[in-house]
């Protein structure tokens, strides 16, 4: 039988819905009691981008737009996990923070295994509407069933 591996390092992927404080709050419980660090970690969705890269890439007056507008994004982002992290009792345990762009699902299962995390503590469910119909949000899903740690959702 093999051991059970300890928890030293949490994700915490969050997209700022209204589940976002109850998954920071989980996330900071659970390294509070398990003395472990925890990433927290906001995936700008690059989707959102597409359709203005298509149009940089055709008309020569709009370059850098889409550069500028992935960076107005991220400091906007970084500005909302500061937010989100004063409002919780992060203070209490050692974190860090990252915003990055990518497909939400694939971002969180590279970071994970880059950051060698032992736990992913996310949401079930976001913005996605569809994801409201479901029992799991769609990146949720991913997540679970293509992480090689253990996941942990609130909701």
């Not at 051991?3 to 969050?14: E, G, T, W």
């Amino acid at each position: 039988m093999n051991p059970v591996k300890p928890i030293a390092r949490i994700l915490c992927p969050l997209d700022f819905s209204q589940f976002s404080k109850d998954t920071v709050d989980t996330a900071v419980f659970m390294a509070e009691k398990l003395d472990a660090s925890v990433l927290f970690l906001n995936v700008v969705n690059e989707r959102l981008f597409q359709d203005l890269k298509r149009a940089s890439g055709r008309v020569r007056s709009l370059d850098g737009v889409f550069d500028q507008s992935i960076l107005t994004m991220e400091e906007e982002r970084s500005q909302q996990m500061r937010d989100i992290l004063k409002k919780s009792n992060v203070d209490t345990i050692i974190h860090e923070s990252k915003v990055a762009v990518g497909l939400p699902y694939e971002v969180i299962i590279k970071t994970a295994e880059q950051e060698k995390i032992d736990l992913i503590i996310m949401g079930a469910k976001g913005h996605d509407s569809l994801s409201r119909r479901l029992r799991f949000g769609s990146s949720a899903e991913k997540v679970f069933r293509r992480s090689s740690c253990r996941v942990l959702f609130v909701r």
